[in-house]
């Protein structure tokens, strides 16, 4: 007899095996004992398939994940289970960071970003990003809702990378849960290391779109905001950046946020992610070793919180930057040589960012004549003698006016359609620092709430230094 629910069907498959009675139902056959039967099972939507239960116990002749056969015995129940199907509500993208587990020190090693993609079957496919690579995984959660890997779905998985002599990477104990809303968490070991994961289902989508508030281009129903990124708390203040690094933040409808921007130390960072729970969003990004264009072997991640107030829009607190030590007689090796592989902090705030709003109006400036200066850009570190101020120029609407025209000390660029500003300026060195042919560049992004004014970076380029350093720039209301 076999007897499925409203959660399943069951076809019985057999020359001989014409039910006696037709409902829909329980269906009922006679079958000469030791005569071979086969069922093969069916769920209805919304439900997983949990396997066979054979009364008395029979030990089945062949299996397939959908079907089964066996040689009758007398008095034999068989019953097929179905549970509730979580992936149909759990299916979407997931997003979060990798890190190091309490007890082991964080380092470029333990610190990454996963990436999946999950079915309503409870497939998936993914992308984990660790330690200078990144790699393809795939597989499913089974109805248990523990993971299993690729075709020959073990729960645990081993990314070879004896190739690049360094350790493998092994995924275990990945899971799924929807008991305090979607996420997907695991651990990953890099030889020694032991680094947690936690991903989360992104919150947003084609059809549920993001807070409006979020959305301040109302002519694409998109927002861009622009970020500050300050490291200047690391100490000694001669081993780390003194200036800020900046960022464009882009974000859809559906809450995909696209993060571009430069730390203080010249280096390039972009990140894709998604908005999750709470509006937040886990950035991750793998940054070149100084002097290399292939080497990954620095990282910058962590969490921005998104969320409209009268001083900001959109912070991010304790984000973890490693950048490794490197040797060589190049500027970009030359530049903080012994790095940070220990990692340091780094905060960082912005705000929804309107390119309507001119930089005079950004600033707060007041009107000016062609001989009084209204704004200033400030010079801190970075191997300065002193700090350097430069307030020979007025700002209106958009155009820089300098004070006399014809003074080649400087350049100032604002950008008002991006939010991005630069320039270059003639410093004053530190004794016994010479100046070099070229002046030192700077770059940097305005903020429109809070503290507003444009914050951004240079690096020291004297003459013969082989230890050249980062220090700020501020644009601001004189």
Same mark, same amino acid.
């Given at each position: 007899?076999?007897?499925?629910?409203?959660?399943?069907?069951?076809?019985?498959?057999?020359?001989?095996?014409?039910?006696?009675?037709?409902?829909?139902?329980?269906?009922?056959?006679?079958?000469?004992?030791?005569?071979?039967?086969?069922?093969?099972?069916?769920?209805?939507?919304?439900?997983?398939?949990?396997?066979?239960?054979?009364?008395?116990?029979?030990?089945?002749?062949?299996?397939?994940?959908?079907?089964?056969?066996?040689?009758?015995?007398?008095?034999?129940?068989?019953?097929?289970?179905?549970?509730?199907?979580?992936?149909?509500?759990?299916?979407?993208?997931?997003?979060?960071?990798?890190?190091?587990?309490?007890g082991t020190a964080p380092s470029n090693s333990t610190e990454g970003q996963l990436k999946m993609t999950?079915?309503?079957?409870?497939?998936?496919?993914?992308?984990?990003?660790?330690?200078?690579?990144?790699?393809?995984?795939?597989?499913?959660?089974?109805?248990?809702?523990?993971?299993?890997?690729?075709?020959?779905k073990n729960s645990t998985v081993t990314i070879d990378r004896s190739a690049s002599t360094r350790s493998?990477?092994?995924?275990?104990?990945?899971?799924?849960?929807?008991?305090?809303?979607?996420?997907?968490?695991?651990?990953?070991?890099?030889?020694?290391?032991?680094?947690?994961?936690?991903?989360?289902?992104?919150?947003?989508?084609?059809?549920?779109?993001?807070?409006?508030?979020?959305?301040?281009?109302?002519?694409?129903?998109?927002?861009?905001?622009?970020?500050?990124?300050?490291?200047?708390? =690391?100490?000694? $203040?001669?081993?780390?950046?003194?200036?800020?690094?900046? #960022? +464009?933040?882009? *974000? !859809?409808? @559906? %809450?995909?946020?696209?993060?571009?921007?430069?730390?203080?130390?010249?280096?390039?960072?972009?990140?894709?992610?998604?908005?999750?729970?709470?509006?937040?969003?886990?950035?991750?990004?793998?940054?070149?070793?100084?002097?290399?264009?292939?080497?990954?072997?620095?990282?910058?991640?962590?969490?921005?919180?998104?969320?409209?107030?009268?001083?900001?829009?959109?912070?991010?607190?304790?984000f973890q930057w490693f950048r490794p030590e490197v040797t060589g007689t190049a500027p970009a090796t030359?530049?903080?040589?012994?790095?940070?592989?220990?990692?340091?902090?780094?905060? =960082?705030?912005? $705000?929804?960012?309107?390119?309507?709003?001119?930089?005079? #109006? +950004?600033?707060? *400036? !007041?009107? @000016? %004549?062609?001989?009084?200066?209204?704004?200033?850009?400030?010079?801190?570190?970075?191997?300065?003698?002193?700090?350097?101020?430069?307030?020979?120029?007025?700002?209106?609407?958009?155009?820089?006016?300098?004070?006399?025209?014809?003074?080649?000390?400087?350049?100032?660029?604002?950008?008002?359609?991006?939010?991005?500003?630069?320039?270059?300026?003639?410093?004053?060195?530190?004794?016994?620092?010479?100046?070099?042919?070229?002046?030192?560049?700077?770059?940097?992004?305005?903020?429109?709430?809070?503290?507003?004014?444009?914050?951004?970076?240079?690096?020291?380029? =004297?003459?013969?230094?082989?230890?050249?350093?980062?220090?700020?720039?501020?644009?601001?209301?004189?």
């Amino acid at each position: 007899v076999a007897t499925p629910d409203n959660v399943g069907t069951l076809t019985v498959i057999g020359a001989t095996l014409a039910p006696s009675a037709a409902n829909t139902i329980t269906k009922t056959a006679t079958v000469q004992l030791g005569n071979p039967v086969k069922l093969t099972e069916t769920p209805k939507a919304g439900y997983l398939f949990n396997g066979w239960t054979f009364s008395p116990s029979v030990v089945p002749t062949a299996s397939t994940a959908t079907s089964v056969s066996f040689n009758m015995v007398a008095g034999l129940t068989v019953t097929a289970n179905w549970v509730v199907n979580p992936y149909v509500e759990g299916a979407g993208s997931y997003v979060g960071l990798v890190s190091a587990h309490s007890g082991t020190a964080p380092s470029n090693s333990t610190e990454g970003q996963l990436k999946m993609t999950l079915t309503n079957t409870g497939s998936f496919t993914g992308t984990l990003s660790l330690d200078g690579g990144s790699y393809a995984l795939t597989g499913a959660f089974d109805v248990t809702q523990a993971a299993s890997f690729g075709t020959a779905k073990n729960s645990t998985v081993t990314i070879d990378r004896s190739a690049s002599t360094r350790s493998n990477l092994v995924l275990s104990l990945f899971s799924y849960s929807n008991a305090s809303g979607d996420q997907i968490t695991g651990t990953v070991t890099n030889g020694s290391n032991v680094c947690d994961v936690t991903i989360q289902k992104a919150l947003y989508s084609s059809t549920n779109h993001a807070p409006s508030g979020l959305l301040n281009v109302t002519s694409s129903n998109s927002g861009y905001f622009t970020l500050a990124i300050d490291p200047t708390a =690391a100490t000694p $203040a001669t081993s780390y950046p003194q200036g800020y690094g900046y #960022a +464009t933040i882009a *974000l !859809t409808s @559906a %809450g995909v946020v696209t993060v571009t921007g430069t730390l203080a130390d010249g280096t390039a960072i972009s990140s894709t992610s998604n908005l999750v729970a709470g509006n937040n969003c886990p950035v991750f990004a793998q940054v070149l070793t100084p002097g290399s264009t292939t080497l990954k072997g620095g990282s910058f991640g962590g969490t921005l919180m998104f969320n409209v107030q009268t001083d900001s829009d959109v912070t991010g607190t304790a984000f973890q930057w490693f950048r490794p030590e490197v040797t060589g007689t190049a500027p970009a090796t030359d530049l903080y040589s012994a790095g940070w592989p220990a990692g340091i902090n780094v905060d =960082a705030v912005g $705000a929804e960012y309107n390119a309507g709003t001119n930089v005079a #109006a +950004t600033l707060g *400036l !007041t009107a @000016a %004549g062609p001989t009084i200066a209204n704004a200033q850009l400030v010079f801190k570190d970075g191997k300065l003698a002193s700090q350097q101020t430069i307030s020979t120029f007025n700002i209106t609407g958009s155009a820089v006016a300098k004070i006399p025209t014809n003074d080649a000390t400087y350049t100032l660029i604002p950008v008002v359609t991006t939010g991005k500003f630069s320039g270059t300026f003639t410093p004053v060195w530190a004794s016994p620092l010479t100046a070099a042919t070229t002046e030192p560049a700077y770059n940097g992004i305005l903020l429109q709430k809070g503290a507003v004014g444009g914050y951004g970076y240079f690096l020291s380029n =004297a003459l013969g230094d082989t230890a050249p350093q980062g220090g700020s720039v501020k644009l601001e209301k004189k």
